[in-house]
């Protein structure tokens, strides 16, 4: 197993992709053992804001040590990320949680699913994947500011669902699924609560496997304070309740093990 | 040559640091990050007679310069305990303190019998988590019934034991006496001070729990003031904690009277806080020429 370390970072382009929403790569270890489904915790400068920031690994350029997150602002300390400049120094901790299963694709028809903050680990996941049958990459929107949308059609065919109509199909990603008319043998999902609990219901009702990414708030990071906790189903090889650590454990777990 | 060696209770630390209870969990996690062998002692998350499951999520909130947790005392119990976590920390040149908790006298007496035959060094006895119903905090602010809970554990303890106080109370010297005449042998402050985080966007709780312990740098100078008026009204050792950061946050707890100390939620934010802190206060003596430890504890009247 990878190492997990905490470095200084530097940040090597910061462009903005949407409303509140930042594209930051940095230049890090961390990089080249990252795999897709992985996050890193980001620490801020400012002294009153001391939690570390989890954030998926959107990307990662393992030969120049480039490692990409895209990020909504979502309070203080995401704020002060989306000033920095390239060149800046940030702490980082890393890389952390388990990942997604890649081998499970392996000869499948595979749906790729992210719900709007939740399509970022996306794109490192659809393109380590190269030998499922077929890569079906649904991706939800607010409106038209689609992010990440044009590097994700590198990797797989890419349907659109957004709240407003305003491209592809109005409504969600289990809405751009039927209007499509597409099938998968598997799935991986990032996403808010509603769309994962929508994918677990059709991963269910279809008997196939679906594996969901989750976000909790978090302390550590490391699988020590207990704060960032799923219900499972089954009582867990850890904490002997029925409780896994999402940042150690998960953050992705095959649907039908988790309470959610 | 410089002394960091202090004793509690008849036990015998290679320096005065060590971790929180509940921020460190049994080492496993940090091991990855510091070399546990450098640490005066390693304190465990609380542990029950049996399984918990903890309070619902959301668990743990920032807030200004710390954060609040209500975690709800989740643990796997003491036999899974003594399986694995026991012998996970032996392998280590540290000493080991057990912290134990419970919902009744009953429980900390069994958790505290089970490891009676245990290579523990010292028991360390959450009666002061506010984040429990019925999780101690009740013998914790009452110094009858603190003092109570403290004679049915002493005698049933085979390792010394540490009172952890809650400074959720009007005046802790009360508390840390009552302790101290019902035979504690050390005393461990301050837990967690109790708080609460609303959000206006959702006009909720952030916390499940709606309150939760606050930790971190923004309780310390609370916390030295406290260690400071306990130092001053028992005599026995204090293990000082509450937002220590760095070497210079765990001398003020020396001089203001604790004999140990201890890194909690700073842990999260760095996590080579603890052997940062061992190695800092071996800087601080050089720096002062100070040549055993001991002599700066509680030397600030």
């Known amino acids: 197993m990878e190492q997990k370390k905490k470095e200084k970072a530097v940040v090597y382009r910061q462009t903005q992709r949407a409303t509140g929403v930042f594209d930051m790569w940095i230049e890090t270890s961390i990089a080249k053992q990252a795999h897709p489904g992985q996050f890193i915790s980001v620490y801020t400068q400012n002294q009153s804001a001391l939690l570390p920031r989890p954030i998926s690994v959107c990307e990662t350029d393992k030969e120049k040590g480039r490692l990409r997150i895209v990020y909504r602002v979502a309070g203080t300390g995401t704020k002060e990320f989306s000033a920095y400049k390239s060149g800046h120094q940030i702490d980082v901790l890393g890389p952390l949680g388990n990942g997604f299963p890649l081998e499970e694709a392996k000869g499948k028809r595979v749906f790729f699913v992210g719900g709007g903050i939740g399509i970022p680990p996306m794109l490192e996941l659809a393109k380590a994947i190269s030998d499922a049958v077929s890569k079906d990459i649904l991706l939800g929107y607010r409106n038209n500011e689609l992010f990440l949308a044009e590097d994700l059609k590198k990797y797989g065919n890419v349907h659109i669902a957004t709240e407003d109509g305003s491209v592809g199909t109005k409504g969600t990603v289990m809405d751009a699924i039927a209007a499509n008319g597409l099938n998968a043998d598997i799935i991986f999902a990032c996403g808010p609560m509603p769309m994962l609990r929508a994918i677990k219901q059709y991963a269910k009702e279809r008997d196939i496997p679906a594996y969901i990414s989750l976000e909790e708030r978090m302390a550590c990071g490391v699988g020590a304070c207990l704060g960032c906790v799923v219900k499972t189903k089954e009582i867990d090889h850890h904490s002997h309740v029925n409780n896994a650590r999402i940042c150690t454990d998960g953050p992705v777990y095959l649907a039908e093990r988790v309470e959610i | ?301």
């Open chain 2, 1 to 301: 040559m410089i002394n960091t060696k202090v004793n509690i209770a008849g036990v015998e630390l290679k320096n005065p640091v060590m971790t929180a209870s509940g921020t460190f969990g049994s080492g496993m996690e940090y091991a990855e990050f510091v070399d546990l062998n450098k640490l005066g002692a390693v304190v465990t998350k609380g542990v029950a007679n049996v399984p918990w499951e903890g309070n619902p999520t959301p668990r743990v909130c920032e807030t200004y310069g710390g954060m609040l947790n209500a975690i709800g005392l989740q643990n796997p119990g003491i036999d899974v305990f003594i399986r694995r976590d026991i012998p996970f920390l032996k392998q280590f040149d540290t000493k080991i303190i057990v912290n134990v908790c419970g919902r009744s006298a009953a429980d900390y007496v069994e958790v505290v019998e089970k490891l009676s035959d245990q290579p523990v060094d010292l028991l360390e006895i959450n009666v002061s988590c506010p984040n429990v119903k019925h999780g101690g905090i009740a013998f914790g602010q009452d110094p009858k019934c603190l003092s109570e809970i403290t004679k049915e554990i002493k005698a049933k303890a085979k390792q010394p034991i540490i009172m952890k106080l809650s400074p959720n109370v009007t005046d802790i010297t009360e508390m840390a006496k009552a302790a101290e005449e019902a035979g504690s042998d050390a005393v461990s402050l301050i837990n967690t001070l109790t708080g609460m985080k609303i959000d206006i966007h959702k006009r909720t709780f952030v916390l499940a729990n709606k309150t939760g312990g606050l930790s971190g740098p923004a309780i310390k100078p609370v916390a030295v003031r406290m260690v400071y008026q306990v130092a001053n009204a028992v005599k026995i050792p204090i293990i000082g904690m509450g937002g220590i950061a760095n070497a210079e946050d765990a001398v003020e707890f020396l001089l203001a009277g604790a004999t140990g100390v201890a890194v909690g939620a700073m842990n999260f934010v760095n996590p080579y806080a603890t052997v940062e802190v061992v190695d800092g206060i071996a800087e601080y003596m050089k720096t002062y020429g100070i040549e055993d430890l001991t002599e700066i504890i509680g030397s600030v009247k």
